[in-house]
């Protein structure tokens, strides 16, 4: 063994002394590079793969998760100046889950967590001013959840409570947004928003929460929380409801009177009068009276009298002349009162009416014809019946025939047979122009082949063919051709012989009938 890596090694010194000096420099090159590519792919083999775990993160972020890393010796790598920050792959669920128990990343703001803890010698300006930072974060954080906010902002503006009401100023806030690339907000999306934070926000009117975007427009400004406007909007909305009320009950009407006097004879018109008062109606009804309670008292009382001596104390024995009645007397009275409660039986009955209610129809109905009475009498009944009118609460119903008058349509229609016509006039017209541009190509073509056919009969009668090659080729066309195409050439013979024994006067000819074409 030691003797063959001996004669190895004296073969390779061998080798490399016969080669040129460029042979080595190649060599050498191509080692070193062989080995820094080995060397690179061991180091990414056993290099951790990184991947983000947040990104677009604020400074202050940035920073706090950082030092939560290196506090918990997870390693880490930092991209896009600082805002992303990269951990193994394998670590990225579980650091993410950690982080997020801690409060972090709080996305720059701070929210009701700043109250977990209570601060030793706080005053109340101090824990004011807390709670509008934790409630303008709180804010924050909601409207990011949007899916066309990228970042949002929220400055809230509480006044000092006053001890006079009129001195009191009204609470305001401002909300920033970045939109994300491509989307926008909607009327009805900014005014969630305005809601969103006004009822956030204790004495906070929508009036008083303005909404920007990143290039300072105003997305709240159309928006209009006035009782005005909401009155306005209210007296908009009742107006369709009572415009579809009255085309729904319309279309039904005309639909069923056209089934009886045809398509387009009948006219109708609804007009309706809605109720949109919501109307509380209470109810109370008395029946008979039964007794509640009774309550009896009775009174009796008895006295006597005797004659008056004399020199007694009193009226009867020291008035001089003074007669008392003499004798003795007894009385007895007695007295009895009853009191008796009733009670009647009270039902009561509270019924709330909701809003739409009809309170007035008028419905026109047109006929285009002239109609009796008794037709008059029958269509009046339907239309009666079908849209529910009620004579007790002033509904009317009118019904009237008479031809219409059709002039207009009348005159549309003549128009529009004017312009089918002058289409018609136009379409055969330029398929005229297009036959007859056929029609001249095909006389030109026909000239054409006519001027080549006199044309080469005088070729054949300038230079006549060999008799032999002649003979050759009427057997080869004889056995092929038809009856006619014999003919032809029989004649074709014929004007050759002719052409042969004459050739001056077969030119003469030729030459005036091109003259003539």
């Not at 009036?207 to 306005?232: C, H, R, Y």
């Not at 209610?357 to 019946?385: C, G, P, T, W, Y």
Request: charged share 25%.
């Amino acid at each position: 063994m030691g003797e063959y890596l001996l004669q190895l090694k004296t073969k390779i010194v061998g080798l490399w002394n016969n080669m040129t000096r460029n042979q080595k420099i190649v060599i050498i090159v191509s080692a070193l590079f062989l080995v820094g590519t080995l060397a690179v792919l061991v180091r990414g083999a056993t290099r951790p793969d990184y991947a983000p775990l947040f990104t677009q993160l604020d400074p202050q972020d940035a920073g706090k998760t950082v030092e939560w890393l290196k506090e918990n010796k997870i390693p880490y790598q930092l991209a896009d100046g600082g805002t992303t920050i990269l951990v193994p792959s394998k670590d990225v669920d579980q650091t993410r889950i950690s982080l997020s128990s801690e409060g972090y990343p709080t996305g720059g703001v701070v929210g009701f967590e700043a109250f977990d803890q209570t601060k030793f010698g706080e005053t109340d300006t101090d824990r004011r001013a807390r709670f509008i930072r934790a409630l303008q974060g709180e804010l924050t954080r909601t409207i990011e959840r949007f899916s066309e906010v990228d970042k949002a902002r929220v400055h809230i503006v509480l006044p000092e409570p006053s001890l006079f009401l009129e001195e009191q100023k009204n609470a305001t806030a401002a909300v920033w947004l970045q939109l994300k690339p491509t989307k926008t907000l909607d009327e009805n999306q900014v005014k969630g928003l305005v809601k969103l934070v006004a009822n956030s926000v204790e004495g906070l009117s929508p009036e008083n929460v303005t909404v920007v975007d990143m290039n300072g427009n105003i997305l709240s400004e159309s928006l209009d929380f006035s009782k005005e406007a909401q009155q306005q909007k209210l007296s908009m909305t009742q107006l369709e409801i009572q415009k579809t009320f009255q085309a729904d009950l319309q279309r039904s009407l005309q639909s069923m009177l056209e089934k009886v006097v045809g398509i387009g004879k009948v006219v109708c018109r609804v007009r309706a009068e809605l109720d949109f008062d919501q109307i509380q109606k209470k109810t109370e009804n008395y029946g008979d009276k039964h007794v509640l309670s009774e309550q009896k008292t009775e009174q009796s009382s008895s006295s006597s009298n005797t004659a008056t001596p004399q020199n007694t104390p009193g009226t009867a024995g020291n008035i001089p002349g003074y007669v008392a009645t003499g004798g003795n007397s007894n009385s007895q009275s007695s007295s009895s009162d009853v009191v008796r409660n009733y009670v009647h039986d009270k039902e009561e009955t509270v019924q709330t009416v909701a809003p739409g209610s009809v309170k007035r129809l008028s419905v026109s109905v047109m006929i285009d014809k002239a109609i009796n009475q008794q037709q008059q009498k029958a269509i009046e009944e339907a239309v009666v019946n079908a849209a529910g009118i009620n004579r007790d609460r002033g509904d009317q119903v009118s019904v009237i025939g008479m031809p219409f008058n059709t002039e207009y349509q009348q005159e549309m229609a003549r128009e529009m047979a004017q312009a089918d016509r002058k289409q018609t006039i136009i379409l055969f017209g330029s398929l005229g122009a297009v036959l007859l541009l056929i029609i001249v190509a095909v006389i030109l073509r026909v000239r054409m082949l006519k001027k080549e056919q006199l044309e080469e009969l005088g070729e054949i009668a300038t230079t006549p063919l060999p008799l032999k090659a002649m003979e050759e080729i009427i057997e080869i066309e004889e056995k092929e051709l038809t009856p006619e195409e014999k003919e032809k050439i029989r004649i074709k013979e014929q004007v050759e012989k002719v052409a042969g024994e004459n050739p001056a006067d077969v030119a003469q000819l030729l030459k005036t009938w091109l003259a003539e074409e």
